[in-house]
């Protein structure tokens, strides 16, 4: 039972190329997040999933999209990176509204 | 709309001396309330949670928690600090009327226990 995974660790982009950062989750939970973490910001919720084929925005979704074509995969895309994505990103899931959520090791991404 | 504050940026604490890390909430409804701690260059891990029943929740490594509905509140606590525990602390809420669960998280507070 591996939790939350993500790939890459650490990623340096170009101002304008994209990417997609990976999560993936081995414990068949329902809903997943993505945040982003930066100074002094605590943590804010860029976008999220109750189950596969359902997504919504979070609170700072602009520059970023999402899919879940499964219940184990969500991977986040920048569609044209930009310095203000420097940050650190964390994929999350849990089962339920009640429940515990756990969280990856983290993405640390680094635009220039 | 849901927000948590710490109202402090950073806690200093000798070892073996108690050690209070404040959060306040704010939701529509009944809140469920998270604390989490992170490490540096580590993902956030769970510390413990209050849900329903007794105010007083324990979690793990020796800490506790106290949910106050008269004043909003859900303080960290632990007896005895050790210098293990410097890391930064997030408190979070989710409000029980939200159908979607979104968690809330406040802006962290780095916790300093020096021996």
């Known amino acids: 039972n591996a939790g939350v995974t993500q790939t890459p660790k650490f990623q340096v982009l170009k101002t304008g190329q994209s990417m997609t950062l990976q999560c993936a989750q081995d414990?068949?939970?329902?809903?997943m997040s993505w945040y982003r973490q930066d100074p002094g910001m605590g943590l804010r919720l860029i976008h999220y999933?109750?189950?596969?084929?359902?997504?919504d925005q979070g609170e700072v979704p602009n520059g970023y999209n999402v899919s879940r074509s499964t219940t184990e995969d969500f991977p986040l895309r920048l569609l044209s990176a930009a310095p203000s994505q420097t940050s650190v990103y964390f994929c999350?899931?849990?089962?339920?509204?009640?429940?515990?959520?756990?969280f990856g090791p983290g993405t640390r991404l680094l635009v220039l | 709309a849901q927000s948590v504050a710490q109202p402090e940026d950073q806690v200093n604490v000798a070892e073996r001396n108690p050690l209070t890390v404040k959060c306040t909430y704010s939701?529509?409804?009944?809140?469920?309330l998270f604390w989490y701690v992170q490490y540096p260059n580590r993902g956030l891990q769970f510390l413990l949670k209050?849900?329903?029943?007794?105010?007083l929740v324990k979690g793990s490594y020796g800490f506790e928690a106290e949910f106050n509905k008269s004043q909003t509140s859900f303080h960290l606590k632990k007896p005895s600090a050790l210098v293990s525990d410097s890391a930064l602390y997030f408190c979070?809420?989710?409000?029980?009327?939200?159908?979607?669960?979104?968690?809330?998280f406040g802006a962290g507070t780095q916790v300093v226990v020096t021996p």
């Open positions: 999350a899931s849990r089962q339920g509204p009640q429940e515990t959520q756990y």
């Open positions: 414990m068949n939970h329902e809903y």
């Open positions: 999933s109750v189950g596969a084929g359902i997504t």
């Open positions: 939701v529509s409804g009944n809140p469920y």
């Open positions: 209050y849900i329903t029943g007794d105010n």
């Open positions: 979070a809420v989710r409000d029980r009327g939200d159908s979607w669960g979104k968690l809330q």
